[in-house]
């Protein structure tokens, strides 16, 4: 045996023994973060600001999603469109605000994109009736209605709740919990008996008590009285006992409302609300979106701070009753 076929046995047995290369680990997902006590983790600070509107445009009548082009398509036309920098914008107009300039693109926060759920963006909130669309009212809620309408205030309190800065426009504190023109942001805190939600607008607090039961049926409360449970990973919060003046959408004081939190990733909550009042609407209905991860920190809503409007309007009203009187 000659000495080179050795020197390569043992070159050989070298190469046979090093270690391997150490391999690059895959990607994993990132763990959904827990509570000490096993519950998904839905604290922190949270947007869901979005420009998917509450109904479904006609324009996309029969189609619930849209594919990426043409989501950006339209989210360019919307912000484009509704550039509030532009006297002639109808969000303005919306807004209330087309003569007084009270609003300016700075001010507003609606987002850039439609809200993406499983992938796909929506063209609505309302994902049930599946048409998009706010179910129609009972001839009850009609005639409510048609009795209840007036555009005369004789009182401070005769005011809609979120001009009196009780709670914020738009149902932005809920529930349900809506994205309005800005400041839809909100701050979850959760120990095992109490979930916390600081609403930005108007600094409204929802309280939802942890597996309890609600409170006598005649306390009422402006957000209503919340108690939740845990179903498997999906946070379920049953809201009821609202006032008389809540009115989301019309409704009646016996309001229910059914919503789930339910944390999809370490960015985002899937948010689903069910809106249940026999007196107000033919049927049930059901809004789904996502909340997403924000930056915050929540800012102080100085909602009356300055406001010499409200006695300047009824005080106006007042004099023009004397001057109608006199005549």
Not at 155 to 177: K, W, Y
Not at 187 to 214: A, F, K, S, Y
Request: aromatic share 8%; proline share 7%.
């Amino acid at each position: 045996m000659s000495y080179r076929f050795l020197a390569l046995l043992g070159v050989l047995a070298v190469i046979l023994t090093a270690p391997l290369p150490a391999q690059t680990p895959a990607k994993s997902k990132k763990a959904m973060p827990r509570t000490a006590d096993g519950h998904p983790d839905l604290q922190g600070t949270w947007t869901n600001a979005t420009l998917t509107p509450m109904e479904r445009p006609a324009e996309f009548s029969g189609k619930a999603t849209l594919s990426d082009a043409e989501a950006r398509a339209y989210e360019k036309k919307d912000l484009e469109t509704n550039d509030i920098d532009k006297p002639d914008a109808p969000l303005l107009a919306r807004a209330g605000s087309a003569e007084t300039g009270g609003y300016n693109n700075l001010f507003i926060d609606r987002g850039s994109e439609l809200a993406r759920v499983d992938g796909v963006k929506r063209t609505s909130l309302i994902i049930d009736p599946p048409d998009g669309k706010v179910p129609p009212i009972t001839e009850q809620a009609r005639q409510a209605r048609t009795r209840g309408f007036s555009d005369r205030y004789d009182s401070v309190e005769d005011r809609p709740l979120a001009e009196r800065c009780i709670v914020g426009f738009g149902s932005t504190s809920g529930p349900p919990m809506l994205p309005v023109l800005y400041n839809s942001n909100y701050q979850l805190i959760q120990t095992p008996d109490t979930v916390m939600i600081l609403v930005e607008m108007v600094h409204d607090i929802r309280i939802i008590r942890m597996n309890g039961t609600h409170v006598a049926a005649n306390v009422r409360q402006w957000l209503g009285d919340s108690i939740g449970h845990w179903e498997g990973d999906t946070l379920v919060v049953d809201t009821t006992n609202f006032t008389d003046k809540t009115r989301f959408r019309g409704s009646s004081p016996n309001l229910h409302v059914i919503e789930r939190f339910k944390r999809v990733d370490a960015d985002s909550i899937l948010y689903r609300a069910t809106i249940d009042d026999p007196a107000t609407f033919t049927k049930q209905w059901t809004m789904e979106y996502p909340f997403r991860t924000a930056a915050g920190p929540l800012f102080e809503y100085a909602c009356h701070e300055g406001n010499y409007a409200m006695p300047d309007i009824l005080g106006g009203a007042r004099k023009s009753d004397a001057e109608t009187t006199k005549k």
